[in-house]
């Protein structure tokens, strides 16, 4: 698959899912190697952006046990590629209208993250704002890729409004368990 077909995957749902799918990548594989090592960018940015900015990037920033912190966080993000896959496979085939495999449902957690994963490399410019501006743009291409990845990888009956609904209950679900996360790492 070339490089411009995976740009376009959250903005489609013809092109390069069903190649995607069609290439059935193993569980295992998908975890060791896209998640894996998609995982280490977010907390090696983020003990860079705490060790080297300190409370110039943000009051409070450099007083942190940022080992600590970015070990939680690649921890936590690799129990919630299982977990993401496992809820997007139980969302969508708790509703009637459409269904999804088991393999279909961690190909997408695994694509999923990867618009935040690479909105990381913000960190890498010391600018609070900015890095708040790509990392919500992340998080908008990851929410139309689960949409896309929905329309494309479940059987359904041409009911768009359960994919909209698949796709927000899933997003809720992992916002809800990321913010619970940093919530508690802030606070310690």
Known sequence: ???LTFLKLPFNHREGWKELQASSPSIPLLAWLVVLPMSLLPPVMLYYAGTHYGDA???GF???EWRFITTIIFLAEILSFFV???VIYAVVNGTDELSISYQDAYLLA???PLPLFVA???LLVPSLLFNVVVILSGLGISCSLIYHGLQALCTHQE???ATISATYTIMAASALGWGILFAVIWAY
Do not use: Y
């Open 1 to 3: 698959m070339r490089a």
């Open 84 to 86: 993401i896959g496992w």
């Open 110 to 112: 695994t694509l999923a």
């Open 120 to 122: 990381s490399l913000a």
């Open 159 to 161: 009911f768009d409004v």
């Open 57 to 59: 990037f943000m009051a």
């Open 62 to 64: 450099a007083d942190r």
